[in-house]
């Protein structure tokens, strides 16, 4: 079944990486954040978003945090297994949902990754439309699901989940936007990932 795209009126400057980051800071207004607490400043329905920003904050200092790669893997697999059934609504268990991270640690993870963030708002718009609809998008969501995969039994090497973030983040962001330049992008990562990889065992 090929996945439902987003709303139209989530591909404009007014819906950005950076608005995003915005409402993530404010739900980290608190000493301690739960996802559901983050759920509640997005709205249940922000299935694609939800993902990018997860594998946003793998490419912050958060990446360090004993079990925050396997949660954030757990959650972006659930989530793009909805995204590609079509589902609109987002659903996470309640175990997930309880999840807490400090509100301090997570305002500074965001401050680290406004930059580059925004470097990505000013260099993106709608092209390459072919790789964000139909089969491509089915595709690239199906990437999301298998490339967390490997990242609970690596948990111990921060910098396999950060690199895994940063692919999925690239790939969720084009489909975020519909520019398919950063899904793209997305291809090439793995492409490169899985070329090192391959090197070292050979």
């Not at 993902?51 to 793009?80: C, H, N, Q, Y």
Request: proline share 6%; aromatic share 6%.
């Amino acid at each position: 079944m090929t996945p439902e795209p987003e709303s139209k009126n989530a591909v404009g400057k007014e819906n950005s990486l950076g608005q995003l980051l915005d409402r993530m800071e404010h739900a980290a207004r608190e000493c301690r954040v739960s996802v559901q607490d983050v759920i509640d400043e997005f709205g249940d329905r922000a299935i694609t978003p939800f993902i990018l920003l997860i594998a946003v904050m793998l490419v912050s200092p958060l990446s360090g945090i004993p079990g925050a790669p396997t949660i954030a893997a757990i959650m972006i697999i659930i989530l793009a297994v909805q995204a590609l059934s079509g589902r609109r609504q987002l659903w996470l268990p309640d175990f997930l949902r309880r999840q807490q991270v400090s509100g301090p640690k997570l305002r500074k993870a965001v401050s680290w990754i406004r930059r580059p963030c925004a470097f990505l708002d000013r260099h993106s718009h709608e092209r390459l439309s072919v790789l964000t609809q139909g089969l491509m998008r089915w595709v690239t969501l199906a990437l999301c699901v298998i490339i967390p995969l490997g990242w609970p039994p690596l948990e111990l090497a921060p910098m396999v989940s950060s690199i895994g973030g940063a692919t999925v983040a690239l790939l969720a962001y084009g489909l975020f936007t519909r520019d398919g330049v950063y899904v793209l992008l997305g291809y090439v990562m793995i492409v490169l990932t899985a070329g090192a990889i391959l090197s070292l065992w050979s």
